[in-house]
């Protein structure tokens, strides 16, 4: 019932985003000069975009990047002299086009992505000119500070739209979905900006030239945080394989990992961590019990053979001390990492509820009532508001 409120919902935001880009394409046709330069823009420009866009950078599972961000946001801060907001909006439009029929990409992914874009461009091309008839455009700082302005305002609203898609898609909060974003791509853009604003400031002298000179360092740029984002995806695939690894041994332990992991994040999120200190608890959390691997049975030493396993990986070395104290019984002691009670506290749940097949409401209620015994008082009471709220 639930999940079917969310999918219409889902459907409505999607169609809204997608018709509100359709009137803005309308609008751009309508109100483009047809002369036989913005032709030539037009043409060039989606050449640009589409050959860019082959570099498509993918931060997470639902979140893409493309090189030809800069490309846009280069038009975006030219928008107020030679290149017209419609020239970029149709160029956008007609590079994923092209993406359709020549790469066969999904066209549904296709149609939103697009909308996404043409929305930022119109929302950035407008605060450009907002900002120019306010403070005028003939210094050199209201030129620079509208590039900042649009810049920002262009990666805002391209990640308030997917944010928001993401979390009706029955994803993580939107905030908790903006914040992921933002922290994923905010040096991508940033880079991509600057390359944008030189090429904006190249094409007094070069004109479109500066555009096509700059496009080959930009790929460079756009394919190396590609592999930097790759080596993380690899990264987690390595710590998953190793947890499934773990579970492969005992079948009643299959799922305990990432279930374990999800409870831990919930709380932890609830407690105010996040970014880096989000993944050390995540690579801790599916690893907790590494040390069981090989261990016929239940291993009373497997919290500190598997803290010793992890410190032997180079990039999981702050993971190490986490897993070594996942099993100290955490009432009152605060010398313990709070990744660790946290994962004590997960780990126990899964038990009662997995195991011991308690009802969520029981286990809850054993935990408020060891709260500050066994458990952590602060990450009792996190943990259960979030569990809590995910039931209701
Ligand atoms: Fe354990
Ligand atoms: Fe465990």
Do not use: C
């Amino acid at each position: 019932m639930r999940l079917s409120r969310l999918n219409s919902k889902l459907a409505v935001a999607k169609m809204a985003v997608f018709s509100l880009s359709v009137i803005l394409l309308a609008l751009s046709a309508f109100f483009l000069t047809f002369t036989l330069e913005t032709l030539l823009y037009v043409l060039l420009f989606t050449a640009a975009i589409f050959l860019t866009d082959l570099i498509v950078i993918k931060a997470s599972k639902d979140s893409r990047i493309r090189a030809s961000s800069a490309i846009i946001l280069t038009g975006i801060f030219l928008s107020t002299g030679k290149i017209q907001p419609p020239v970029i909006i149709l160029s956008v439009s007609f590079g994923a086009f092209l993406s359709w029929v020549l790469l066969r990409e999904n066209v549904l992914s296709l149609l939103i992505d697009n909308a996404k874009r043409v929305i930022a461009i119109a929302v950035a091309a407008f605060a450009i000119w907002l900002w120019f008839s306010l403070i005028g455009n003939n210094l050199f700082f209201s030129r620079i500070s509208a590039a900042i302005l649009a810049a920002a305002i262009y990666f805002a609203a391209e990640t308030t739209i997917e944010s928001l898609l993401v979390s009706l898609a029955d994803g993580p909060a939107f905030k908790a979905a903006f914040s992921g974003k933002v922290r994923l791509s905010a040096l991508v853009y940033f880079t991509f900006s600057v390359v944008a604003l030189l090429m904006a400031m190249m094409f007094r002298w070069m004109d479109f030239w500066s555009i096509l000179i700059f496009s080959l360092p930009l790929a460079v740029i756009g394919e190396s945080f590609k592999l930097y984002l790759d080596i993380n995806s690899t990264y987690a695939a390595t710590i998953k394989a190793l947890s499934t690894a773990v579970e492969a041994q005992d079948a009643k332990k299959e799922g305990h990992a990432e279930r374990v992991t999800d409870y831990a994040l919930a709380a932890g999120r609830q407690l105010g961590l996040y970014g880096k200190e989000l993944d050390r608890l995540s690579y801790a959390a599916m690893l907790h019990d590494i040390g069981k691997l090989g261990f016929d049975r239940d291993n009373p030493t497997h919290a500190k053979v598997g803290a010793e396993i992890i410190n032997q990986v180079d990039y999981l070395r702050e993971v190490s001390p986490i897993i070594k104290y996942h099993h100290h019984n955490n009432g009152g002691k605060s010398d313990i990492p709070l990744e660790s009670k946290l994962i004590y506290l997960a780990d126990a749940y899964d038990h009662m509820v997995s195991d011991d097949k308690l009802a969520r409401k029981d286990a809850l209620n054993k935990i408020k009532a060891d709260k500050g015994l066994v458990y952590d008082s602060r990450v009792a009471r996190a943990f259960v508001k979030v569990m809590e709220g995910k039931s209701a």
